[in-house]
């Protein structure tokens, strides 16, 4: 980007897009999200692979000094509508038509008709719905479930809203899968405004929830969805095996270019660092996933790894001949040993000091063959890096090992943490204890991915020791919607995919590749340097200067400091990965290298804006929420004090933590209390609650 030069919103659409362009996409659309007053808030880029139907859509904001990919922060209200100047110019009495996707509502506005949407079948909860307030409505649903899905959300906003709610019955339409008004429209090309109102509706099935009461509230404000993750950003070796496991796994797009990142990382975080304007970086990456159980994060890993596992493997077939002659040199430099001590004890002791000189130290034992490990504290790693191979990473798709075992303790968190950072750093771990003295390790590398689950992650993402110390800013954030209930059977088997055995052979070969050591030196990594190219130095800084700029007080980054202010890093990083893996004797990082993993990189921290607000939840809404979550898995229907402070949660046995937190349910309407009270476990309780099951709270 070119802060200097002005550029139109379709000049600036195809520069942003230009990497998927690069890669054979079409641009399709630009479409212009505005105010009530017709002011631009942000424009959504649309294009197409022709190839393959492949879509690519991204939302680009003018950021006051330059326009980059990203959505500005919505406000409290919500994101504006598509067309909204147009809605409001309408006559109030006009029906407003609801579609799924900014072409759909183009295609019915040029039959006059008066049409918005929020965006894609997962924006409903963002959107900013009451300019629609008391208006007639009808909503066209894609013909698939996330349409009528969107379609149900939609439908109950708007009814909150007082408006008249009418719904097309897609399934009389005779639309493919997926099909939507533009389908319809293609294949009715005379169908005018006429035609379209008088499309046949569904019948209303109005919603009725227990006793006539309103269904409860969410404790925390809804996250909004994710923005598309990059695919074609990971290179021509990385993204046919992420489409080959799209393909046959079918688990989400983060967790498939994550896993693979994360792999490429740990194959090459020796071979080389990243130098920016005299400033060295290693290579390492850090990233923490998130995704529920059932959404094969495991299976994932285990095709991302296979390289690892297979080097891994290697080293330890190694590692058993060279016990073996380690044994032998050891018995050979014993038996030198006690002989020069046998003669020098016949000389009274002369000689003795010269003679072990010339033995030399015992002969070293074979480095440990390990390349990952699962689980670990800080006192783990220093001395496992004094053993063992100084690239190594902490891989585990059960993060529950590493935030719930003995390293992240409440009192060993803070050590760990800040071990962790140092070795994200500079490669460098040092200890200092009564009997050792101090030790310093120089010259490692420690690649880390942990896949968690929801409730893993959140407790994470709250702790502060993790926090404060930057632990997690410098983690690379994921946390995609799930793909479960909408996959196929696959009969495809992927040791037989020619994508992913190029892939595998590619991370085995940089894994085998001998590590540049300093001199004298089996355990101390002295990599070289790769540089940036002039332009992709251009490129880098348009990455600085958008994430510092984010960072002013209002500004999209500022809630987000820790994260954006390692951004700029963490491209260079990425970058210096990509670079490596497409060519291992590199010593440039190019401009298209750089340009991919900048979008990588913005990526994910546009994740952590999205997800900031797990991370602020107060202390109460998340007693609250422990408090809902053992009552519907133990199925307590009816609470009280005393049962909740003996049996309850850990965190609200506290009488102050109790009240704080029924009180939060109570207003969200998961909890009601019952009049006079109650009768139970043997006794007259004075203030008892009904909780809400969880069937009715959907």
Same mark, same amino acid.
């Given at each position: 980007?070119?802060?200097?030069?002005?550029?139109?919103?379709?000049?600036?659409?195809?520069?942003?897009?230009?990497?998927?362009?690069?890669?054979?996409?079409?641009?399709?659309?630009?479409?212009?999200?505005?105010?009530?007053?017709?002011?631009?808030?942000?424009?959504?880029?649309?294009?197409?692979?022709?190839?393959?139907?492949?879509?690519?859509?991204?939302?680009?904001?003018?950021?006051?000094?330059?326009?980059?990919?990203?959505?500005?922060?919505?406000?409290?209200?919500?994101?504006?509508?598509?067309?909204?100047?147009?809605?409001?110019?309408?006559?109030?009495?006009?029906?407003?038509?609801?579609?799924?996707?900014?072409?759909?509502?183009?295609?019915?506005?040029?039959?006059?008709?008066?049409?918005?949407?929020?965006?894609?079948?997962?924006?409903?909860?963002?959107?900013?719905?009451?300019?629609?307030?008391?208006?007639?409505?009808?909503?066209?649903?894609?013909?698939?479930?996330?349409?009528?899905?969107?379609?149900?959300?939609?439908?109950?906003?708007?009814?909150?809203?007082?408006?008249?709610?009418?719904?097309?019955?897609?399934?009389?339409?005779? &639309?493919?899968?997926?099909?939507?008004?533009?389908?319809?429209?293609?294949?009715?090309?005379?169908?005018?405004?006429?035609?379209?109102?008088?499309?046949?509706?569904?019948?209303?099935?109005?919603?009725?929830?227990?006793?006539?009461?309103?269904?409860?509230?969410?404790?925390?404000?809804? @996250?909004?969805?994710?923005?598309?993750?990059?695919?074609?950003? *990971?290179?021509?070796?990385?993204?046919?095996?992420?489409?080959?496991?799209?393909?046959?796994?079918?688990?989400?797009?983060?967790?498939?270019?994550?896993? &693979?990142?994360?792999?490429?990382?740990?194959?090459?975080?020796?071979?080389?660092?990243?130098?920016?304007?005299?400033?060295?970086?290693?290579?390492?990456?850090?990233?923490?996933?998130?995704?529920?159980?059932?959404?094969?994060?495991?299976?994932?890993?285990?095709?991302?790894?296979?390289?690892?596992?297979?080097?891994?493997?290697?080293?330890?077939?190694?590692?058993?001949?060279?016990?073996?002659?380690?044994?032998?040199?050891?018995?050979?430099?014993? /038996?030198?040993?006690?002989?020069?001590?046998?003669?020098?004890?016949?000389?009274?002791?002369?000689? *003795?000091?010269?003679?072990?000189?010339?033995?030399?130290?015992?002969?070293?034992?074979?480095?440990?063959?390990?390349?990952?490990?699962?689980?670990? @504290?800080?006192?783990?790693?220093?001395?496992?890096?004094?053993?063992?191979?100084?690239?190594?990473?902490?891989?585990?798709?059960?993060?529950?090992?590493?935030?719930?075992?003995?390293?992240?303790?409440?009192?060993?968190?803070?050590?760990? /943490?800040? @071990?962790?950072?140092?070795?994200?750093?500079?490669?460098?771990?040092?200890?200092?204890?009564?009997?050792?003295?101090?030790?310093?390790?120089?010259?490692?590398?420690?690649? &880390?991915?942990?896949?968690?689950?929801?409730?893993?992650?959140?407790?994470?993402?709250?702790?502060?020791?993790?926090?404060?110390?930057?632990?997690?800013?410098?983690?690379?954030?994921?946390?995609?919607?799930?793909?479960?209930?909408?996959? $196929?059977?696959?009969?495809?088997?992927?040791?037989?995919?020619?994508?992913?055995?190029?892939?595998?052979?590619?991370?085995?070969?940089?894994?085998?590749?001998?590590?540049?050591?300093?001199?004298?030196?089996?355990?101390?990594?002295?990599?070289?340097?790769?540089?940036?190219?002039?332009?992709?130095?251009?490129?880098?800084?348009?990455?600085?200067?958008?994430?510092?700029?984010?960072?002013?007080?209002?500004?999209?980054?500022?809630?987000?400091?820790?994260?954006?202010?390692? $951004?700029?890093?963490?491209?260079?990083?990425?970058?210096?990965?990509? @670079?490596?893996?497409?060519?291992?004797?590199?010593?440039?990082?190019?401009?298209?290298?750089?340009?991919?993993?900048?979008?990588?990189? &913005?990526?994910?921290?546009?994740?952590?804006?999205?997800?900031?607000?797990?991370?602020?939840?107060?202390?109460?809404?998340?007693?609250?929420?422990? *408090?809902?979550?053992?009552?519907?898995?133990?199925?307590?229907?009816?609470?009280?004090?005393?049962?909740?402070?003996?049996?309850?949660?850990?965190?609200?046995?506290?009488?102050?933590?109790?009240?704080? /937190?029924?009180?939060?349910?109570?207003?969200?309407?998961?909890?009601?209390?019952?009049?006079?009270?109650?009768?139970?476990?043997?006794?007259?309780?004075?203030?008892?609650?009904?909780?809400?099951?969880?069937?009715?709270?959907?």
């Amino acid at each position: 980007m070119n802060a200097v030069v002005i550029e139109t919103p379709k000049d600036a659409a195809r520069r942003v897009a230009a990497s998927c362009i690069r890669d054979g996409f079409k641009p399709e659309a630009l479409h212009e999200y505005r105010d009530a007053q017709g002011n631009p808030v942000f424009w959504r880029i649309r294009c197409k692979r022709p190839s393959d139907g492949d879509k690519w859509i991204r939302p680009m904001r003018w950021d006051g000094a330059v326009y980059v990919i990203g959505e500005p922060p919505a406000p409290d209200a919500g994101k504006p509508l598509y067309r909204l100047p147009e809605l409001l110019a309408t006559n109030p009495d006009a029906v407003v038509w609801i579609v799924e996707g900014e072409a759909c509502a183009d295609a019915l506005a040029k039959l006059d008709l008066t049409a918005t949407t929020s965006g894609s079948a997962d924006s409903a909860d963002a959107a900013d719905w009451t300019p629609l307030q008391g208006r007639r409505m009808r909503i066209w649903p894609d013909h698939d479930k996330a349409g009528a899905g969107y379609a149900d959300k939609v439908e109950s906003r708007l009814r909150a809203l007082g408006c008249a709610v009418e719904r097309v019955d897609v399934d009389t339409l005779d &639309l493919p899968a997926k099909g939507d008004c533009v389908d319809w429209l293609k294949s009715h090309p005379d169908a005018d405004a006429v035609d379209v109102l008088s499309l046949p509706l569904a019948e209303e099935m109005p919603a009725e929830s227990p006793a006539g009461r309103s269904a409860p509230e969410p404790l925390r404000r809804p @996250t909004p969805p994710p923005e598309p993750y990059p695919l074609e950003s *990971l290179g021509e070796v990385l993204r046919p095996a992420a489409e080959a496991i799209k393909r046959v796994i079918q688990a989400p797009d983060a967790i498939i270019g994550g896993s &693979l990142l994360a792999a490429a990382s740990l194959a090459v975080q020796g071979q080389a660092d990243v130098q920016i304007d005299g400033r060295i970086h290693p290579l390492s990456l850090w990233l923490l996933s998130v995704a529920q159980s059932g959404e094969r994060k495991s299976a994932v890993d285990a095709e991302a790894m296979r390289a690892a596992r297979v080097f891994e493997a290697e080293l330890t077939q190694g590692y058993e001949l060279e016990s073996t002659l380690h044994e032998q040199d050891m018995a050979q430099w014993q /038996a030198r040993v006690d002989a020069a001590k046998s003669d020098a004890k016949k000389k009274k002791g002369e000689g *003795l000091k010269a003679a072990l000189h010339a033995i030399g130290p015992p002969p070293p034992a074979p480095l440990l063959p390990r390349v990952t490990v699962a689980d670990f @504290t800080a006192e783990g790693i220093f001395k496992l890096m004094q053993v063992s191979r100084p690239a190594l990473g902490a891989f585990t798709d059960e993060a529950a090992l590493v935030f719930g075992g003995h390293g992240m303790s409440k009192e060993t968190v803070m050590r760990t /943490a800040g @071990t962790l950072c140092k070795l994200w750093d500079r490669g460098e771990l040092d200890r200092v204890r009564a009997g050792d003295g101090a030790m310093k390790l120089q010259g490692r590398r420690f690649a &880390l991915h942990l896949l968690a689950q929801p409730v893993i992650a959140e407790r994470a993402l709250s702790d502060d020791v993790l926090a404060g110390q930057g632990f997690l800013a410098r983690c690379l954030l994921a946390w995609p919607e799930g793909t479960a209930g909408w996959r $196929t059977l696959s009969d495809e088997n992927m040791r037989d995919d020619v994508a992913m055995q190029r892939m595998v052979d590619v991370l085995l070969s940089r894994f085998r590749q001998e590590l540049p050591l300093a001199e004298g030196k089996r355990q101390e990594l002295e990599p070289r340097a790769l540089r940036l190219s002039t332009e992709a130095r251009a490129v880098w800084a348009d990455v600085y200067s958008a994430t510092e700029q984010g960072m002013r007080q209002g500004g999209r980054f500022a809630q987000v400091q820790a994260w954006a202010s390692k $951004t700029p890093e963490q491209a260079a990083r990425i970058a210096g990965v990509l @670079t490596l893996i497409d060519d291992p004797a590199a010593q440039v990082i190019s401009a298209d290298a750089m340009d991919r993993a900048a979008e990588l990189a &913005l990526w994910h921290l546009n994740e952590a804006v999205r997800l900031a607000g797990t991370a602020e939840l107060s202390p109460d809404v998340r007693d609250a929420e422990a *408090l809902l979550g053992w009552c519907h898995e133990s199925g307590r229907e009816v609470i009280y004090s005393r049962l909740v402070m003996n049996k309850g949660p850990n965190r609200t046995r506290e009488r102050e933590a109790f009240q704080r /937190a029924v009180r939060e349910l109570e207003h969200a309407g998961w909890a009601l209390p019952v009049n006079g009270g109650m009768t139970l476990d043997g006794g007259h309780r004075r203030h008892v609650w009904r909780i809400v099951p969880y069937s009715e709270g959907q």
